[in-house]
T-cell receptor
């Protein structure tokens, strides 16, 4: 079974430039998460999708970050314009959720490391 | 609001010894799950062990076991017979009916040969 795919693995940009990250979850996983992980910290949820609908984007800086999950499969996270403090690893995760079960294990991709200069 | 706290930024253990990583959480929910995830250096995060809140029996997975104290809202991870491959960041996580995963700040585990 293929895992969660993310690209690019590494990206270096200047501040005020834009960047996009792509994630393809495990086939059949309805729930997709984007997390931001700053060095030395735990993952911080940016946005959560259930199929192609947004469940939670309360911590997404909407003035500069946007995300979409067209057709309820793969997803793109965009940052425009980037700031120095956006330097982090952006993790995509997916889970299989059936009915009202909350026990779903998260399956993570390898992450996309962003450096903003 | 739910919170997850890991008070040990870093721990060390001798190979073959036992180590316990601490985690406390705060919630008013009655139905929830707790998890420990492992993040090796430059590698993806993987699930180590999970615990259902309604189960009194502590979960175990080979050398990994938890001490779940629901009343105290404590969820510690015990690693027995530590191996060099256990060196990683360990994150405690919580999920409830809102489906929002909340992670702690992590504990870096060093295994000394």
């Amino acid at each position: 079974e293929a895992g969660v795919a993310q690209s690019p693995r590494y990206k270096i940009i200047e501040k005020r430039q834009s960047v996009a990250f792509w994630c393809n979850p495990i086939s059949g996983h309805a729930t997709l998460y984007w997390y931001q992980q700053i060095l030395g910290q735990g993952p911080k949820l940016l946005i959560q999708f259930q199929n192609n609908g947004v469940v939670d984007d309360s911590q997404l800086p909407k003035d500069r970050f946007s995300a979409e999950r067209l057709k309820g499969v793969d997803s793109t996270l965009k940052i425009q314009p980037a700031k120095l403090e956006d330097s982090a690893v952006y993790l995509c995760a997916s889970s299989l959720r059936t009915g009202t079960s909350i026990s779903g294990e998260l399956f993570f991709g390898e992450g996309s490391r962003l450096t903003v200069l | 609001a739910q919170t997850v706290t890991q008070s040990q930024p870093e721990m060390s253990v001798q190979e073959a010894e036992t180590v316990t990583l601490s985690c406390t959480y705060d919630t008013s929910e009655s139905d929830y799950y707790l998890f420990w995830y492992k993040q090796p250096p430059s590698r993806q995060m993987i699930l180590v062990i999970r615990q259902e809140a309604y189960k009194q029996q502590n979960a175990t997975e080979n050398r990994f076991s938890v001490n779940f104290q629901k009343a105290a809202k404590s969820f510690s991870l015990k690693i027995s017979d530590s191996q060099l491959g256990d060196a990683a960041m360990y994150f405690c996580a919580y999920i409830s009916g809102t489906y929002k995963y909340i992670f702690g700040t992590g504990t870096r585990l060093k295994v000394l040969a």
